[in-house]
Nanobody, 124 residues
């Protein structure tokens, strides 16, 4: 397993941008698929996006964020980023990054390692 730490959350106005970071420990981080999930108050956790471990990284997005959010990874820095643009109040949630040895998956149950989460609040 790897240990994950998220950062970059905060308060932003609707239409604004934030970049979240997910820093990982472990030499084999580059071999993990990494996903971002979020959980709003009173709602279930939902998949946001994921990026594969392969040399030619592929990514997958939830429909609600496609075109606004971009996931990327820098394996040399053991970090995955989530660039969030055109933020909406409904994006308000605690955002978690997670890692799995499995191939690309949107099912949170497939992820073995989770960070502690970072709060993102979008005001209207």
């Amino acid at each position: 397993q790897v240990q994950l730490v998220e950062s970059g959350g905060g308060l932003v106005q609707a239409g604004g941008s934030l970049r979240l970071s997910c820093a990982a420990s472990g030499r084999t981080f580059s071999t993990y698929t990494v996903g971002w999930f979020r959980q709003a108050p009173g709602k279930e956790r939902e998949f946001v996006t994921a990026i594969s471990w392969s040399t030619i990284s592929t990514s997958y997005y939830a429909y609600s964020v496609k075109g606004r959010f971009t996931i990327s990874r820098d394996n040399a820095k053991n970090t995955v980023y989530l660039q969030m643009n055109s933020l909406k109040p409904e994006d308000t949630a605690v955002y978690y990054c997670a890692a799995t040895k499995a191939t690309m998956t949107r099912d949170g149950n497939d992820y073995e390692s989770w960070g502690q989460g970072t709060q993102v609040t979008v005001s209207s």
